[in-house]
Structure formats: structure tokens, C-alpha cells
């Protein structure tokens, strides 16, 4: 009765207040759907996920050919034999030189590693630490998972101000003066970068499970059992001969026997079908991820020569682009390591990274198209047509490329300390 009194109550005088909160909602929910906030939906991904992608990607890499494959070509394309920065006059390059061999810096071998983890990773957080007395500085990469905040201005999200690393006692945080943050993939509007191998990941990890039951399929479909059938015996006599048979014949012995026994070889009737189809259509798509053709990855997918020469295109095209980036960085390094040693206050300073060309191809073909190109010139400045400047501009241009990338950051007190990247043909394809 007490209980009936209490809703009674609560329906008389709560009821009609509820009714009208409900119905507010339910109007304020329809003017809202299909808008969203002024500033715009956030692109960059929860720290857990960038994480739990860096650490898929670093197993793949270690334990998955493909992906293993993937990376260390795109290392190898880019890279070569390795890059070679320029310095624009001989003071600087000597600077140059004894920081890139530094025995502490190494920087001949260390461009590898950075290279293959900018490559896992997506990005790379190098920490600068110069030597006060030698004004020597040190780059150290700190692993992209261990990363958890970008702290960039309001009003410019590329303008980064620091980073916090994950640690005990609430982490670290690193000023951007003294931190690099270089990033590869990364979309409008993110801080952060994205691997190489993120796309590729569900699809490694479906190939090496077809190919894993493939290997079973085939395994078992040879397996065989020895069936012996033991005419009018009881079960005593079953289990003694089923002892005496306790270890079964090898392959290519004599099995002799009377009338009173059958022996039978039973396989598995594994009614396993031609699944070719599908583990090419699964690398197809792997290799259509990485930006690479099949024959790239030992698979001669029936096509001649001439056809994957044209395939490769694309591809080199790819490693073009990474090589400028990935020139860029390292010119970025240099010039800091220069600012912070103080030797070239007031000055300006131009770096240049200079790579191996992607393939032997492109010398035969430019020399080819180099020596038209001059003839041609040639006979067009006998006859007045053009100058001789502009006929060696010309040249200039079609015999290579000179692409400017960007310029490093200048800081210090009066230092002017500029970079640009120039992809050199050196003819060692």
C-alpha cells in the first residue's frame, strides 16, 4: 500500500517534469544530427593505437618475410650505398665531414637504422645533445611508442613546442629545441606520422595464415595410417599382436603375413583444391599497399621484361619522394649540429644530400637525352636562335634535376643557417 502511495506521488508531481526534460532532449538531438563542432573532428589517433601499431608493425617486421621484405626494400632503394651531405663552402664541409664520422655519431651506418625506423614507425624523435667543450652534438632517437603527447601552438598546429616521454615519475618532457620530430604519412591536420607496413598489417597477418594451413593441408595429405585387421581373434589376442606391431614398419620394408590378417594403408581424404587464385590475390594486395610490383618481392608473376621495367616506375617514383624527405632530414641535422657549435654565427650555410641514382637505367638514358639535347642546342646558338646561357640553362635542366625542399630552422643569436636537398645523379645505380 505504502509502495502504490510512493509512485502515486512521484507520478502526480515528478511525472509531467521528466516527460517535458525527455522531450527537450529528444528535439535538441534532432537540430544537432549532421552538424559537427567548429574546430573541426580530431585526425590524430588515441596514443594506445599509434602504439599497438608501431609494436604490430616492429613484430612483422621481425618475424614476416614479406613485411621484412618490404622495409629493408625501401631502405635499400632510398638509401643505397648511403647518402652523402654536401656543405657549400670547404669550412662547412669539413664541419660536415667530422660530424658524420664522429665516433660517437657514426652517421654512415646510423642513417640505415634511422631510415628503417622512420620506415616502422612513421616518425622519428631525435634527441640533440651537444658537447660543451668540443661543441659536438649527438642525435638519439627515442622510439615513437614512448611518445605519448605533442604539445604544438594553438594557433599552428606544425609549430611544435614539446614532447613528453613516457617514463617512472611521470615521464620526461622535451623542448623542441632539443628534440627533432621528423614524420612520414601523416595527413592534414595530425602530428603524428604512420608506418609503412600499418596497411599491409591485416593482410600479413591473413597471407601467413593461408599459408600456415596451406603447409598443414599438405603435411597431412602424404600421412598415412597402418590399419590390421586380425580375422576370428578375441580381444587377448588383439591387444598381444597390437604389442607386438607396437613400432610400425619403415618405408620400403617386407610385411609378411598369413591369411588370418589384412593390412590396409589409410590416408585422409583431404579433397584440397588449387588455392594458387587466392594467396596471389592476398600478395597482390600487399604489394598494391607497399607500392610495390610482385616481381619486386621474388615473384616473376608472368610478365617480361619490359613489362615490369614499366611496373617499376611507379615504384621508383615512390622512393624518389621518401629520398627527398628522408635528405632533407638529414640536412636538418646537420645544419642544427652546426648552429649549436657556434662556428658560423652571421653565416649562411647551404647543405646538400646527395644520393645514388634509383636505377642504372636512368644514366644510359640521360646521357642519351643530354647528348641530343646539345646537339641540338648546338646548332640552334650557331644559327642566333638562343644565347649561350640560355642554352646552358637548358642543358642544366634536362641532363638532371635540382629540386629545393625546404629550409632547416635557424636559431641561435645572429646565425643564418639555411638547407636545401639536392637529389644528385652520381651514375652508381
Given at each position: 500500500m505504502a509502495g502504490d502511495w510512493r509512485a502515486w506521488v512521484v507520478d502526480r508531481f515528478f511525472g509531467d517534469l521528466v516527460a517535458d526534460r525527455v522531450r527537450e532532449a529528444s528535439i535538441f538531438a534532432d537540430e544537432d544530427r549532421g552538424w559537427r563542432p567548429a574546430g573541426g573532428m580530431p585526425r590524430d589517433v588515441p596514443h594506445s593505437e599509434i602504439s599497438e601499431q608501431i609494436g604490430e608493425s616492429g613484430e612483422a617486421y621481425r618475424q614476416n618475410a614479406l613485411a621484412h621484405r618490404?622495409?629493408?626494400?625501401?631502405?635499400?632503394?632510398?638509401?643505397?650505398?648511403?647518402?652523402?651531405?654536401?656543405?657549400?663552402?670547404?669550412?662547412?664541409?669539413?664541419?660536415?665531414?667530422?660530424?658524420?664520422?664522429?665516433?660517437?655519431?657514426?652517421?654512415?651506418?646510423?642513417?640505415?637504422?634511422?631510415?628503417?625506423?622512420?620506415?616502422?614507425?612513421?616518425?622519428l624523435f631525435i634527441t640533440l645533445h651537444t658537447n660543451p667543450y668540443d661543441g659536438v652534438t649527438y642525435p638519439r632517437a627515442i622510439p615513437a611508442a614512448a611518445i605519448d603527447l605533442i604539445e604544438s601552438d594553438p594557433d599552428d598546429l606544425e609549430t611544435e613546442r614539446r614532447f613528453h616521454q613516457i617514463g617512472t615519475d611521470g615521464g620526461r618532457w622535451w623542448e623542441a629545441d632539443d628534440v627533432r620530430h621528423y614524420a612520414i604519412n601523416r595527413l592534414i591536420g595530425t602530428t603524428r606520422g604512420q608506418g609503412d607496413l600499418v596497411p599491409l598489417l591485416p593482410w600479413l597477418r591473413r597471407y601467413r595464415e593461408w599459408l600456415t594451413d596451406r603447409v598443414r593441408i599438405n603435411r597431412f595429405k602424404g600421412a598415412f595410417i597402418w590399419d590390421v585387421e586380425v580375422k576370428s581373434a578375441d580381444r587377448r589376442a588383439i591387444l598381444a599382436r597390437q604389442a607386438e606391431l607396437a613400432t610400425p614398419p619403415t618405408p620400403g620394408s617386407i610385411i609378411v603375413h598369413n591369411d588370418a590378417e589384412r593390412w590396409t594403408a589409410v590416408q585422409p581424404n583431404i579433397n584440397a583444391a588449387d588455392a594458387e587464385p587466392d594467396g596471389r590475390a592476398m600478395r597482390l594486395m600487399i604489394a598494391a599497399g607497399a607500392g610495390l610490383p610482385l616481381h619486386y618481392l621474388a615473384e616473376a608473376e608472368g610478365s617480361n621484361r619490359a613489362t615490369a621495367a614499366e611496373m617499376g616506375g611507379p615504384t621508383l617514383r615512390?622512393?624518389?619522394?621518401?629520398?627527398?624527405?628522408?635528405?632533407?632530414?638529414?640536412?636538418?641535422?646537420?645544419?642544427?649540429?652546426?648552429?649549436?657549435?657556434?662556428?658560423?654565427?652571421?653565416?649562411?650555410?647551404?647543405?646538400?644530400?646527395?644520393?645514388?641514382?634509383?636505377?642504372?637505367r636512368e644514366n644510359a638514358a640521360t646521357a642519351s637525352a643530354t647528348r641530343s639535347i646539345v646537339e641540338a642546342l648546338a646548332t640552334a646558338s650557331e644559327r642566333g636562335w638562343i644565347d649561350d646561357e640560355t642554352a646552358r640553362r637548358m642543358i642544366g635542366k634536362y641532363a638532371g634535376e635540382t629540386v629545393p625542399s625546404g629550409e632547416g630552422q635557424a636559431g641561435g643569436s645572429g646565425a643564418r643557417v639555411t638547407g636545401r636537398i639536392v637529389v644528385r645523379r652520381t651514375g652508381q645505380g
Amino acid at each position: 500500500m505504502a509502495g502504490d502511495w510512493r509512485a502515486w506521488v512521484v507520478d502526480r508531481f515528478f511525472g509531467d517534469l521528466v516527460a517535458d526534460r525527455v522531450r527537450e532532449a529528444s528535439i535538441f538531438a534532432d537540430e544537432d544530427r549532421g552538424w559537427r563542432p567548429a574546430g573541426g573532428m580530431p585526425r590524430d589517433v588515441p596514443h594506445s593505437e599509434i602504439s599497438e601499431q608501431i609494436g604490430e608493425s616492429g613484430e612483422a617486421y621481425r618475424q614476416n618475410a614479406l613485411a621484412h621484405r618490404v622495409i629493408e626494400l625501401t631502405t635499400d632503394y632510398v638509401l643505397g650505398r648511403g647518402l652523402r651531405l654536401r656543405a657549400s663552402d670547404a669550412d662547412a664541409q669539413a664541419f660536415v665531414d667530422a660530424w658524420w664520422t664522429h665516433p660517437r655519431n657514426q652517421m654512415a651506418t646510423r642513417q640505415f637504422d634511422l631510415c628503417t625506423e622512420l620506415s616502422l614507425a612513421g616518425e622519428l624523435f631525435i634527441t640533440l645533445h651537444t658537447n660543451p667543450y668540443d661543441g659536438v652534438t649527438y642525435p638519439r632517437a627515442i622510439p615513437a611508442a614512448a611518445i605519448d603527447l605533442i604539445e604544438s601552438d594553438p594557433d599552428d598546429l606544425e609549430t611544435e613546442r614539446r614532447f613528453h616521454q613516457i617514463g617512472t615519475d611521470g615521464g620526461r618532457w622535451w623542448e623542441a629545441d632539443d628534440v627533432r620530430h621528423y614524420a612520414i604519412n601523416r595527413l592534414i591536420g595530425t602530428t603524428r606520422g604512420q608506418g609503412d607496413l600499418v596497411p599491409l598489417l591485416p593482410w600479413l597477418r591473413r597471407y601467413r595464415e593461408w599459408l600456415t594451413d596451406r603447409v598443414r593441408i599438405n603435411r597431412f595429405k602424404g600421412a598415412f595410417i597402418w590399419d590390421v585387421e586380425v580375422k576370428s581373434a578375441d580381444r587377448r589376442a588383439i591387444l598381444a599382436r597390437q604389442a607386438e606391431l607396437a613400432t610400425p614398419p619403415t618405408p620400403g620394408s617386407i610385411i609378411v603375413h598369413n591369411d588370418a590378417e589384412r593390412w590396409t594403408a589409410v590416408q585422409p581424404n583431404i579433397n584440397a583444391a588449387d588455392a594458387e587464385p587466392d594467396g596471389r590475390a592476398m600478395r597482390l594486395m600487399i604489394a598494391a599497399g607497399a607500392g610495390l610490383p610482385l616481381h619486386y618481392l621474388a615473384e616473376a608473376e608472368g610478365s617480361n621484361r619490359a613489362t615490369a621495367a614499366e611496373m617499376g616506375g611507379p615504384t621508383l617514383r615512390h622512393f624518389e619522394r621518401r629520398q627527398l624527405y628522408v635528405g632533407w632530414m638529414f640536412a636538418d641535422l646537420a645544419l642544427e649540429a652546426a648552429r649549436r657549435s657556434g662556428r658560423f654565427a652571421g653565416r649562411t650555410i647551404d647543405i646538400e644530400a646527395e644520393f645514388e641514382d634509383l636505377s642504372g637505367r636512368e644514366n644510359a638514358a640521360t646521357a642519351s637525352a643530354t647528348r641530343s639535347i646539345v646537339e641540338a642546342l648546338a646548332t640552334a646558338s650557331e644559327r642566333g636562335w638562343i644565347d649561350d646561357e640560355t642554352a646552358r640553362r637548358m642543358i642544366g635542366k634536362y641532363a638532371g634535376e635540382t629540386v629545393p625542399s625546404g629550409e632547416g630552422q635557424a636559431g641561435g643569436s645572429g646565425a643564418r643557417v639555411t638547407g636545401r636537398i639536392v637529389v644528385r645523379r652520381t651514375g652508381q645505380g
